[in-house]
């Protein structure tokens, strides 16, 4: 079905990625730290902290692998209580865990964001919290470095899914200490896999960049400013590696998806709000408006189904699913990554039994995710519209509610 090949295959990469892979591949200059300067990777770097606006950037294999650094670079005591989301993807604990620190998982509610009064109240005991913006959902910046800032504590921003998103006017992923994005292919940039971290703090960016693999002298290739040059010679010799660098075979299909990311960013509003409207007409189905001050950039749309029993979900996802529409309810499917209850690397400290966080088990069992690549046309978002209001009217039909 066309309906169904169009929303759910990836995008081609542009052209000019091409002619740069070519190059690579006939010098085989792929390692980063080959050239004496202005590697794909640095460039790279370069043009994505200017993106947003920040004076450093630190490319690595992975989002995961960023956050993990950025925990690490921040020199958090071991055991340290990192507060996450309960709703967001299982390399974000993971993170924390491999960090040597407990993440205590705050409850979410269901417009998938931090819950005020969970949050305050687990706040008030907390070393540091990373806020992920999952899949865009940007919890309350306001609140959240309000009370980093009373506490003197770090907030880390995943912004695996929020590259465009603003809050205030103010970048996504620019609020923190330190913000982590990624290229994995499912992401807003598709580099098939990446992640970056950016800040304005040279001294975690120093201590990141020694950690993911700049051994020796590496870091010079960085084009360091004065203060980053100070940073890494304090730092010089004096961190273990964990050689989690980019390629530069990544760089170069990155770099030329970023001067699209303004049009990426347009058109997914366009397309997230027009299914939205469509959605928000039928009685089975809300979708949770942004924040007030949030610009938000989806590639996805999530909504919750309303008035169902579980019986009735999965006879809607059935159905959609039968005309050509995947639709995943995070905590339907067996072993999803983001239903916190099959984290169970977690120590009892974070807090991670449904008991401990009634509001994000319940949204899981009715949170409806559907990918809703850039590209999509408005005649295809109306057919993905018409599909998905009547797979929940026959749903619902079907079962008498
Ligand atoms: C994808 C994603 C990650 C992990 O990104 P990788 O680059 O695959 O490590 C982390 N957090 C969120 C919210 C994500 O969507």
Known sequence: MALDRSAHEADPIPEAARVELDRLLASGDLFRYNAPCDAPVTLMEREFAALLGARYALAV????????????????????????????FAAVPSAVVHAD?????????????????????????????LVSHMRGHTSDMDLLLELCEARGIPLIED???SLGTLWNGRRIGTLGRVGCFSFQSYKLVNGGEGGILVTDDAELVARAAIMSGAYEHAWKKHAPDADLAAAFGRWQNRLPLYNTRMSNLSAAVIRPQLPEVPYRVAAGRRNHDHLAAMLEASPWMSVPRPLPGEERAPDSIQFNLVGMTDEEVLAFVAAAGAAGVKVQVFGMSEDNARAFWNWQFLPAESGATRADLPKTAAMLMRACDVRMPVRLS???????????TRAAAEAARAYGT
């Open 61 to 88: 294999a992975s989002c995961s692998a960023a956050l993990f650094l950025s925990l690490k670079a921040l020199d958090l005591p071991r055991g340290a209580r990192v507060l996450i989301p309960a709703f967001t």
């Open 101 to 129: 620190c407990v993440p205590v998982l705050v409850d979410c509610d269901e417009t998938y964001r931090l819950d005020a009064d969970d949050l305050r109240a687990k706040a008030a005991t907390a070393d540091a919290i």
């Open 159 to 161: 912004a695996a899914h």
């Open 378 to 388: 408005l005649p295809e978002l109306d057919e993905i519209g018409a599909v998905l």
